[in-house]
């Protein structure tokens, strides 16, 4: 949350929209809302909203440490797993 914004938003609207966001970018599009339902969802003071599945694109990054023998200390390396997603695109 923007400390800087006029009016903050409270913690469950931010956890909303982020709710939101995650149903926009599912791996299938015809799981996705439409926009009527994304703005219905978002300007409903309690939506019912549904679990998110699987995002379309996804990669997790995992925090390894690795010895540095020339100098006997750790340092912490982010290592990113590379997945591919090819997505066709198709109108509804």
């Known amino acids: ?29 015809e799981d996705r809302p439409t926009m009527p339902s994304v703005v219905l969802m978002l300007d409903s003071e309690n939506p019912t909203l549904p679990q998110p599945k699987q995002p379309g694109f996804y990669s997790e990054r995992y925090l390894t440490e690795t010895d540095s023998s020339s100098t006997g200390t750790f340092r912490n390396t982010y290592t990113m797993m590379k997945d591919v997603t090819i997505t066709t695109v198709q109108g509804r």
């Open 1 to 29: 949350m923007d400390a800087l914004m006029e009016t903050p938003a409270g913690t469950s609207e931010l956890l909303r929209c982020i709710h939101v966001g995650l149903l926009c970018v599912q791996q299938r599009p």
